[in-house]
């Protein structure tokens, strides 16, 4: 079994027996042909992805207790909405006859995310990356869905909808936090630098660069909205 560098990597969430645990990406069922099969394996890994979110959220709450109340509040939503997609990844993977356990899974997020030692160092690249990006290619795939599976573009609408307020507080709160002190900044380029170093190894050839298109920065507070016309 592949080891990860435990200076980048915390320890593994607990999972029961029916679950075969992976490292890699490269590890992974990854398949390319789409007779149906393709999609319901992305339900099982994506739904333990939403897993690592409540779980990560969760984390964030137990280690940082002296953390700004509001910002407690936002990460305990958090955690609710990321309870919420766990039930709605399960259902769709369900119902598409799929059973818990039958794929293979990776927990590197839960892993490289609480191996930052700093809050805003996990909000910057929890929330305002790794679910940054996730809100990209969430768009991307609804396009799609939306011609095709109106089952998965609802439920992708509503994923949608909570993902992008995850990543508008965990800006909000970096920028917040900065502002308060501004060595907080530090601690911002440690977690990404530390994150720069691990995501590669998970990844390997398979790391994709995604832009964020304007209208999803707006909508998550990256760039300014635009001034309404007078
Ligand atoms: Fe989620
Ligand atoms: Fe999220």
């Known amino acids: 079994?592949?080891?990860?560098?435990?200076?980048?990597?915390?320890?593994p969430p607990a999972r029961d027996d029916r679950?075969?645990?992976k490292q890699v990406w490269s590890e992974m069922h990854n398949m390319w042909d789409d007779e149906g099969k393709m999609l319901?394996?992305?339900?099982h890994r994506q739904m333990n992805e939403e897993v690592n979110g409540l779980e990560i959220a969760a984390r964030n709450l137990?280690?940082?207790?002296?953390?700004?109340?509001e910002l407690r509040l936002a990460i305990a939503r958090q955690c609710w909405d990321e309870s919420r997609h766990v039930n709605a990844f399960r259902r769709c993977f369900e119902t598409r006859g799929g059973r818990v356990g039958e794929y293979p899974i990776l927990n590197f997020e839960?892993?490289?995310?609480?191996?930052?030692?700093?809050?805003?160092?996990?909000?910057?690249?929890?929330?305002?990356?790794?679910e940054a990006a996730g809100i990209q290619a969430i768009r991307?795939?609804?396009?799609?869905?939306?011609?095709?599976?109106?089952?998965?573009?609802?439920?992708?609408?509503?994923?949608?909808?909570?993902?992008?307020?995850?990543?508008?507080?965990?800006?909000?709160?970096?920028?917040?936090?900065i502002a308060r002190d501004?060595?907080?900044?530090?601690?911002?380029?440690?977690?990404?630098?530390?994150?720069?170093?691990?995501?590669?190894?998970?990844?390997?050839?398979?790391a994709i660069h995604l832009n964020l298109?304007?209208?999803?920065?707006?909508?998550?507070?990256?760039?300014?909205?635009?001034?309404?016309?007078?």
Do not use: C
């Not at 298109?213 to 007078?230: F, H």
């Open 1 to 11: 079994m592949i080891e990860l560098d435990r200076s980048l990597f915390a320890d």
């Open 40 to 43: 319901v394996e992305f339900m």
């Open 182 to 206: 501004p060595r907080n900044a530090i601690d911002v380029v440690r977690g990404v630098s530390q994150a720069n170093r691990a995501f590669p190894m998970i990844a390997g050839d398979a």
């Open 213 to 230: 298109d304007d209208q999803i920065k707006r909508e998550v507070g990256l760039i300014d909205p635009i001034p309404a016309q007078t």
């Open 140 to 177: 991307e795939a609804l396009e799609h869905a939306d011609r095709y599976d109106p089952d998965v573009a609802a439920l992708l609408d509503a994923q949608l909808a909570d993902e992008i307020q995850h990543v508008r507080y965990g800006n909000r709160w970096v920028e917040e936090l």
């Open 19 to 21: 679950f075969e645990i």
């Open 110 to 130: 839960f892993r490289m995310i609480t191996a930052i030692p700093t809050l805003i160092g996990r909000l910057a690249v929890q929330n305002r990356s790794f």
């Open 62 to 69: 137990t280690d940082f207790p002296d953390a700004p109340w």
